[in-house]
């Protein structure tokens, strides 16, 4: 099993530019969800899905969109990239609801810097 | 937003002493967890303790769950180089919509050979 996959590993987007951020899990896991994590800080949630077809909203939604036609991948797209989300990124899955104590497995991260 | 905080932000020791972190949360949880992050990696996860439960084991680690103080630690006995990395606690609360992870900010820890 390859895991959680994200690409790319890094981006460099201009303000205003516009990209998906790329998340495929190859477990079958029904939850899905995007963080954020900026330096010194824990993660924060961006945007969730409990299965196909379903997603939330995190603690820090704005500015980004989510879908999840597939149970296996889950992209995130920034619509109008600001300097503030100069980020790393990191998708997570795991096989329900992490509230009922199911460990979640995280991608290797995406660093997005936007100038 | 509810969020566990780390105690101490940094912790630097030498190979073969025990680590200690300590995690504080603000509200009733169903669990806390604890990972790891090398740097520039993802997050690994570590161990779940419950909130009925009051001491876990795994290997090396050893957690610990005092829900009246709202407060865990994660102690690493007999640390190694290969332990250097952050170490994040994350809660998920008790109540409707519990689907959310709660990060702290994490405890760097450094382990000297």
């Known amino acids: 099993n390859a895991g959680v996959t994200q690409t790319p590993k890094f981006q460099v987007l201009k303000t205003g530019q516009s990209m998906t951020l790329q998340c495929a899990q190859d477990m079958n896991h029904e939850y899905m969800s995007w963080y954020r994590q900026d330096p010194g800080m824990g993660l924060r949630l961006i945007h969730y899905?409990?299965?196909?077809?379903?997603?939330d909203q995190g603690e820090v939604p704005n500015g980004y969109n989510v879908s999840r036609s597939t149970t296996e991948d889950f992209p995130l797209r920034l619509l109008s990239a600001a300097p503030s989300q100069t980020s790393v990124y990191f998708c997570?899955?795991?096989?329900?609801?992490?509230?009922?104590?199911?460990?979640?497995?995280f991608g290797p991260g995406t660093r997005l810097t936007v100038t | 937003s509810q969020q566990g905080e780390e105690d101490p932000q940094a912790l630097s020791i030498q190979e073969g002493e025990n680590a200690t972190m300590n995690c504080s949360y603000k509200t009733s949880i169903n669990n806390l967890q604890w990972y790891r992050q090398n740097s520039g990696r993802g997050l690994v996860h570590l161990i779940l303790i419950r909130s009925n439960e009051r001491e876990k084991h795994s290997g090396r680690l050893r957690v610990t769950l005092d829900t009246s103080k709202k407060s865990s630690s994660l102690l690493i006995t007999a640390s190694r180089a290969a332990d250097t990395a952050s170490y994040f606690c994350a809660t998920t609360y008790s109540g409707a919509g519990s689907y959310q992870l709660t990060f702290g900010k994490g405890t760097k820890l450094s382990v000297i050979p």
């Open positions: 997570a899955s795991s096989y329900s609801n992490p509230g009922v104590g199911l460990s979640q497995y």
């Open positions: 899905s409990v299965g196909a077809g379903i997603t």
